[in-house]
């Protein structure tokens, strides 16, 4: 299957400093980036669609002001982090799409950001 | 907003033994897909359902989708031990954005 690379697989940074992390396609080209978060021992929550070229799509609750997303080409996005606090400390992953008649996303291995 | 439930949460099996997970949508389907997500790993695509009653069979693994499009299961047969993780169950009801329900993380005991 197509391979999705994520940049960095783990972080540690201070609260109010921003942390970038990058996801890109290697292997194909993706219409659409998602990026998801996940909670220990819990579901995907879907934080944004990326549209190459475009803003941008965030989830209702999703702050996007705070997660900043970038989609410079068909085979990267980034997740830009700012003032991180704590709380946000969380597992980051990303998917591509490759849009038209394929449905399946594949997945980045993730990025554990954590906030100290 | 589309809710996708899925249940059971948990799900302890002896090896040998039979495992199944549901998956349950508030409103219709285009597709549904699944995903495995080994512990420490991320989500990995198994296969997606499109088709109305849509049956689909990996090996030990038979997926399943309902008449109306809203409901989906994962049946496993005869579990091993490299069958441990999270499922995911990720239904698309409009097109690129799936919903992903909350999972079934299965144990097996040898």
């Known amino acids: 299957g197509a391979v999705v690379s994520q940049h960095p697989s783990w972080v540690i940074c201070k609260s109010g400093t921003s942390v970038k992390i990058e996801c890109r396609s290697l292997d194909f080209q993706a219409t659409t980036m998602f990026w998801y978060r996940q909670f220990p021992k819990q579901s995907l929550m879907l934080m944004a669609t990326?549209?190459?070229?475009?803003?941008?799509?965030?989830e209702q609750g999703v702050e996007k002001d705070k997660f900043l997303i970038n989609h410079a080409s068909l085979t990267l996005s980034t997740l830009t982090v700012t003032s991180a606090h704590p709380e946000d400390s969380s597992f980051y992953i990303c998917?591509?799409?490759?849009?038209?008649?394929?449905?399946?996303?594949?997945f980045g291995p993730g990025t554990r950001l954590t906030v100290t | 907003g589309q809710q996708v439930m899925q249940i059971p949460q948990y799900q302890h099996v002896q090896e040998g033994e039979d495992f199944t997970t549901y998956c349950n949508s508030s409103?219709?389907?285009?597709?549904i897909q699944w995903y495995k997500q080994r512990p420490g790993g991320h989500p990995v695509f198994l296969i997606q359902?499109?088709?109305?009653?849509e049956v689909k069979k990996q090996k030990r693994l038979t997926f399943q989708f309902g008449e109306a499009k809203k409901n989906s299961s994962l049946h496993i047969t005869a579990t091993q031990t490299t069958d441990v993780g999270t499922y995911f169950c990720?239904?698309?009801?409009?097109?690129?954005?799936?919903?992903f329900g909350d999972g079934t993380t299965l144990t097996v005991k040898p």
């Open positions: 990326s549209n190459e070229g475009s803003k941008a799509t965030y």
């Open positions: 359902l499109v088709k109305s009653g």
């Open positions: 990720a239904g698309e009801a409009r097109a690129g954005k799936s919903t």
């Open positions: 998917s591509a799409w490759q849009g038209a008649n394929s449905y399946e996303q594949y």
């Open positions: 409103t219709t389907l285009s597709n």
